[in-house]
């Protein structure tokens, strides 16, 4: 006998792992795809104060 | 601690109460109204003079669909006293169960700050600020402050539903205009025969649950009255869009049959008394419903085509 049975509340928490996951992928991907739009824009320059920060 | 003693029924039972699925917390959401969130918002962006980099757009819709989805949430979390007493809504997460109220609230506050905040990243500070008011005013003005309390509950709860393509459309311009506030009056006045309409023959849920309804305090004969002049005045903004900017003869075409078919109903039901109604089991009460999702459906959808043939220089009156 195995030390933890296999219970349809571990198939269900795997799930919402699973999908939290994926969810966290996919807003990583939105937020990189996001990043990269706004580099790409025409309009886009680097704030002021940053350039004299540097 | 032995083998015996985690594989006891009663923890898995405490924990199997305790632990939604995915599903459950994505049920939170309300996925049937998001998808007008959802179509609405596309329109507003899409129709919008302003061209928008596809990856912002997707960004845009998603962030404005989860913030319905929290207001959504945050609604069921409220409510779910008088939901576990309706049969409509006795089978949401939290009345079936699945979900705590403290879950479902933490899950509504982190969605809606989210999705405000990624809004404004994504596009603008105006377009994240009506986001804001809406999610603020479905939760707070409605749910928690006016449901309960007026008859008009219907009318008021409409505004938050019409926000979105005004949302979308600020997403694209940075602006509110009256293209974007006439789509915001078109879905604001057809909130109210809609739900009348279902109100008519899913009678004895709000009674049960004591939730105002026109239907309840104002009589059934009062709320077929309601609904044949909010449709009349819906049927001449909707037909005085079609000379508006985001009109044109396709729009108009659309606006003339569908308003006559919504007026011969809404003029149906007024005729209508209860016994005329309960004898065919609510046929037009029910047929009127049905038409009003295809209504709204179709006036969105030939905004979007009068803006996609404008993309070809065939749109409007031009």
Not at chain 2, 65 to 85: H, R, T, Y
Not at chain 2, 185 to 197: C, D, R
Not at chain 2, 226 to 253: C, D, Q
Request: no cysteine; hydrophobic share 55%; glycine share 10%.
């Amino acid at each position: 006998m195995s030390f933890r049975e296999e219970h349809e509340l571990h198939k269900r928490r795997f799930g919402r792992n699973l999908g939290l996951g994926l969810v966290l992928a996919g807003f990583v991907a939105l937020v990189f795809g996001m990043t990269i739009a706004k580099v790409s824009d025409d309009g886009f320059a680097v704030p002021k104060i940053e350039q004299e920060g540097k | 601690m032995s083998d015996a003693s985690l594989n006891t029924a009663s923890p898995v039972s405490r924990a199997q109460e305790g632990e939604a699925g995915f599903g459950d917390f994505f049920a939170l959401l309300k996925p049937r109204v998001m998808t007008l969130v959802v179509f609405t918002a596309l329109v507003g962006l899409l129709a919008a003079p302003v061209g928008v980099h596809p990856v912002i757009g997707f960004a845009a819709i998603l962030f404005i669909a989860v913030g319905g989805g929290a207001a959504g949430a945050l609604n069921m979390w409220w409510e779910s006293d008088i939901d576990a007493l309706m049969k409509r809504t006795q089978k949401r997460p939290i009345p079936a169960g699945k979900v705590t109220r403290d879950e479902a609230f933490a899950f509504g506050i982190t969605l809606a700050v989210m999705s405000v905040v990624m809004l404004w990243l994504a596009t603008n500070a105006l377009a994240a600020g009506i986001l804001a008011f809406t999610i603020f005013f479905y939760v707070v003005i409605y749910t928690i402050g006016l449901k309960r309390w007026t008859p008009q509950n219907i009318v008021i709860g409409g505004a938050a539903g019409a926000f979105p393509p005004m949302i979308g459309w600020a997403a694209a311009t940075g602006t509110v205009s009256l293209e974007s506030v006439l789509m915001f009056a078109l879905i604001f006045m057809w909130t109210p025969p809609h739900f009348w309409a279902l109100a008519l023959f899913m009678r004895g849920d709000y009674d049960t649950a004591g939730v105002p309804m026109l239907t309840v305090t104002h009589g059934r004969r009062a709320t077929r009255v309601h609904i044949l002049v909010y449709t009349v005045l819906l049927a001449a903004l909707a037909i005085g869009a079609a000379f508006t900017g985001i009109g044109g003869p396709v729009y108009l075409v659309v606006a003339l049959v569908f308003n006559a078919l919504f007026l011969r109903d809404a003029i149906a039901i007024w005729r209508r008394d209860e016994d005329q109604a309960e004898a065919d089991n609510y046929r037009v009460e029910k047929r009127a419903f049905k038409l009003s999702l295809w209504y709204l459906f179709a006036h969105f959808t030939a905004i979007l085509a009068e803006a996609a043939l404008g993309g070809l220089g065939l749109g409007g009156w031009a």
